[in-house]
């Protein structure tokens, strides 16, 4: 009950400071805008329907925006027969875009937490990814976002995040180097406490594939 109560100030308090959102309509006049800006013609035959296209598509990339932490970590499975060992999950497919640029980043998260009273389904840890990749987003923000949730709504006694990467910011435009990855982590409880631990995670999530 704390936490949707949480999860209703926090989304409350976000609503009460968010500017108004556009229309569709000046969503897709902005489209228009750019393409002129980049030197085409909005009004040609194979750009009539971009700016209605671009929108639908913010629409997706961003729908972060409107999911709600707590309906995603709303449930947790006390009947495990006592296990409390670590749950991993790995290799969870994730793509956002940088606040910088509004160009993808793209790569892979590891999640790991030691359970406290119960499990979450792993289906909802990789949903978890999705709520906050799917905004405006810094990896490093986007990291520590994860981490916080769980803390917030799981307290385990540990969870361990960890997000590759290659930056298209960095890949198409700048230095211009593609094939480069950044990594990011963050460890709370018995991870943080305990480097063995750290060992542990590190070594399963690059384990034998």
Known sequence: MDAVVKSLSDRRERDATAPARPSREEAEAAVRTLIQWAGDDPDREGLLDTPRRVTAAYDEFFRGYRDDVAAVLD??????????????????????????????????AYIAYYPSKGVVGLSKLARLVDVFARRLQTQENLTAQVVQAM?????????????EAEHQCMSLRGVQKAGVSTVTSQFTGVFKDNPAEQVRFMTMIRGTR
């Open 151 to 163: 803390e917030d709504y799981l307290h385990p006694r540990g969870a361990a995040v960890l997000f």
């Open 75 to 108: 449930r947790t499975f006390e009947e495990v027969s006592g296990y409390s060992d670590m749950v991993l999950v790995r290799d969870i497919p994730f793509y956002s875009h940088c606040e910088h640029h509004i160009v993808p980043f793209i790569g892979k």
